[in-house]
């Protein structure tokens, strides 16, 4: 990345946006699928809750400096009752079963050692680029689907591992982790963390043979923020390459990390064959229309 290059607000939302949407896409690809595979970038390109959520959370938000959970559950359910949302896990679903019966958006969703899943971590993306964000906002954006103290610590990890990237704190170096941790619960998904910042020298790969990248958020959101420390030396697409090799829940680990690494060095350089391929996703005028009209 060229450190003089000043890279604004509004191209790190979008870089955010469209490289969670091409991690969702090439992880989607392997969910589950058998580890040391050849990756292939090509074929069909396809998102999943991952990016359908974190768009929903866009239309809620995106237009007033003011977030309200009521409003996000209302987008949440919308996009649930037109057919548009795929791959959702268990918490997500329950929750929007209970809203579309008119329940409330503080009482619906899991509680509980289940409700520990990755479905918040990997929509909370957008929050981050909301200048005026009290924690207790955060909280409640998550337990609209996960009431758990580890989901809402992976995804407050996410959320300030992009605000270091916003505010330019953190430049792409292997310190990302250190950057975050005292922002943190102490929960499982802060010890993850510290034992991952003390294996900084290891790849991706060596480091997916120790932990797994399950939908667990205790596994997934520490290795995709492992992931992204990675980005000045081995690049995107190679960071991709090894998530996906690792296996588990790769379409969340490259979407999380694709968010991550997109608020870092937006939407200006994106590779042509990815491009192409991101727009047929049908999604890129939606994502213009609301980095387009986003208030701070
Ligand atoms: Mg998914």
């Given at each position: 990345m060229e450190k003089s290059h000043v890279i604004n607000f509004k191209s790190r939302?979008?870089?955010?946006?469209?490289?969670?949407?091409?991690?969702?896409?090439?992880?989607?690809?392997?969910?589950?699928t058998a580890t040391n595979l050849v990756i292939d970038f090509s074929g069909d390109w396809s998102i999943s809750d991952d990016t359908q959520l974190t768009l929903a959370t866009c239309e809620a938000i995106f237009d007033s400096e003011k977030i309200r959970p009521e409003k996000v559950a209302a987008r949440f359910l919308d996009w649930y009752n037109r057919g548009k949302l795929t791959g959702l896990g268990a918490s997500t679903l329950k929750a929007l079963r209970e809203l579309q019966i008119g329940g409330h958006w503080a009482?619906?969703?899991?509680?509980?050692?289940?409700?520990a899943g990755n479905g918040a971590a990997m929509r909370i993306a957008p929050l981050a680029f909301k200048r005026k964000m009290e924690r207790h906002?955060?909280?409640?954006?998550?337990?609209?689907?996960?009431?758990?103290?580890?989901a809402y610590t992976g995804a407050l990890a996410i959320y300030?591992?992009?605000?270091?990237?916003?505010?330019?704190?953190?430049m792409g170096g292997d310190n990302l982790i250190e950057k975050i941790l005292d922002e943190l619960p102490d929960t499982n998904v802060k010890d993850r963390l510290i034992e991952l910042d003390?294996?900084?020298?290891?790849?991706?790969?060596?480091?997916?043979?120790r932990y797994k990248a399950t939908g667990y958020v205790?596994?997934?959101?520490?290795?995709?923020?492992?992931?992204?420390?990675?980005?000045n030396q081995i690049g995107i697409k190679?960071?991709?390459?090894?998530?996906?090799?690792?296996?588990?829940?790769?379409?969340?680990?490259?979407?999380?990390?694709?968010?991550?690494i997109g608020s870092l060095i937006g939407d200006e350089n994106v590779p042509s064959d990815w491009m192409n391929k991101f727009i047929g996703l049908g999604i890129k005028d939606s994502i213009d229309y609301l980095v387009g009209n986003w208030k701070e």
């Open positions: 939302l979008k870089g955010c946006l469209i490289y969670g949407a091409i991690g969702d896409s090439i992880g989607g690809k392997y969910e589950g009482l619906v969703g899991r509680s509980g050692d289940y409700a906002t955060i909280k409640d954006i998550c337990t609209i689907t996960h009431k758990n103290d580890e300030y591992a992009i605000v270091r990237a916003i505010d330019g704190d953190w003390q294996l900084k020298e290891l790849t991706i790969a060596e480091i997916g043979l205790v596994d997934s959101v520490p290795i995709s923020i492992f992931a992204a420390q990675k980005i190679e960071i991709f390459t090894e998530l996906v090799k690792i296996g588990g829940d790769t379409d969340t680990t490259c979407s999380m990390t694709g968010q991550i």
